[in-house]
């Protein structure tokens, strides 16, 4: 869907500690989305050098990614891919379990004979109801993530907001007590986080980045102390 797309757009051309996020994820982990793939047919030559840079999730990676993200138990994931499944469908498989409460064991026997799409129309999902699903999935997420009322979330991500955004706005309202729906509305794509929080908000650079840290993404692999 779109918010998927400007994701996957904001994974190539943002700075990591604006959107609170690893950039280039994806790539890292051998996940091709849309715009990689376009670019892929338009330029292959100077991409590959990134695409050999692809870092390797561990099987630990994996399940605490997909455990966390949709709350599937730590040891079906750990049998589902010892079992041989590749991370991908699993993951893929773990989405659709959550949007819809089917078994992740019964999505991914599907799958063995039918393109995800098919899949899809099996559970039911036409693209009115997926689009529904996804973001009352997501503002779930938001919610246990970094505490944001379900409700609230949803409502910006169905006005458009991506993930990020959401967050990050929720941040300076408790940093500030001024209202994330309110922050959405006048900060603009052009002007990035840290400062615009710091010019307009009284937010330090140094203070909100250390926030981001505090609430990092807890399905992201932790970062090594230097």
């Known amino acids: 869907c779109s918010s998927?797309?400007?994701?996957?757009?904001?994974?190539?051309?943002?700075?990591?500690?604006?959107?609170?996020?690893?950039v280039l994820e994806d790539m890292r982990q051998g996940v091709y989305s849309l715009p990689l793939i376009y670019s892929l047919q338009k330029n292959k030559p100077k991409l590959l050098p990134y695409l050999e840079k692809k870092t390797t999730m561990t099987e630990e990676d994996e399940i605490r990614a997909i455990h966390y993200k949709y709350e599937i138990p730590k040891e079906t994931v750990k049998e589902l891919l010892d079992s041989g499944i590749r991370y991908g469908d699993v993951d893929k498989a773990a989405l659709l379990s959550a949007m819809t409460g089917k078994d992740i064991r019964e999505i991914l026997a599907l799958r063995k004979e039918n393109p995800w799409g098919r899949v899809e129309k099996k559970l039911g999902l036409d693209a009115q109801s997926y689009e529904e699903k996804y973001n009352t999935h997501r503002a779930n997420r938001l919610h246990r993530f970094y505490g944001i009322e379900e409700e609230r979330a949803k409502k910006a991500l169905e006005e458009g907001y991506p993930n990020h955004w959401i967050r990050l706005a929720y941040l300076l309202e408790t940093e500030t007590g001024r209202k994330m729906e309110d922050i959405l509305a006048v900060r603009k794509k052009s002007e990035k986080?840290?400062?615009?929080?710091?010019?307009?908000l009284?937010?330090?650079?140094?203070?909100?980045?250390?926030?981001?840290k505090e609430t990092r993404n807890p399905s992201l692999k932790p970062k090594e102390e230097k």
């Open 193 to 200: 986080w840290k400062p615009w929080a710091e010019k307009n």
């Open 4 to 22: 998927d797309l400007i994701d996957d757009i904001l994974d190539y051309t943002q700075e990591s500690q604006e959107i609170g996020k690893p």
């Open 202 to 212: 009284g937010v330090s650079q140094e203070d909100f980045a250390r926030r981001i």
